[in-house]
């Protein structure tokens, strides 16, 4: 069992920033990687930033420059600095966790938590 849990979204004016949490917690024996998604007006839920229990870090293009992840292993924690916001921001983002939970098997599993919603608006 593990527990995502997301913070910090709102309601800001294009062109400020925003700083999203998302905390892990429960019984896993370590994690692969942590993740923002998001998802708009459809049904798609989209990749926004990735990083990786080695510190490898992949964004989608339409944030780059502009968002920037980053970890805190010991606290399985990471965080997503959202700058120079715009209106095509809006969503709601998502926390997702990659997590080994049984140190003889070593398999993975995805676990998410239920997103902050982000809304870009004057």
């Known amino acids: 069992q593990v527990q995502v849990v997301e913070s910090g979204g709102g309601l800001v004016r294009p062109g400020r920033s925003l700083r999203l949490s998302c905390a892990a917690s429960?019984?896993?024996?370590?994690?692969?990687?942590m993740g923002w998604y998001r998802q708009g007006p459809g049904p798609q839920r989209d990749m926004v930033a990735t990083?990786?229990?080695?510190?490898?870090?992949n964004y989608a293009d339409s944030v780059k420059g502009r968002f920037t992840i980053s970890r805190d292993n010991a606290k399985n924690a990471v965080d997503l600095q959202m700058n120079s916001l715009r209106p095509e921001d809006t969503a709601r983002y998502y926390c997702?966790?990659?997590?080994?939970?049984?140190?003889?098997?070593?398999?993975?599993?995805?676990?998410w938590g239920q997103g902050t919603q982000v809304t870009v608006s004057s």
């Open positions: 990083i990786s229990s080695g510190g490898i870090e």
């Open positions: 997702k966790v990659i997590a080994v939970t049984n140190y003889m098997t070593r398999l993975q599993y995805q676990y």
């Open positions: 429960g019984n896993f024996v370590s994690i692969s990687s």
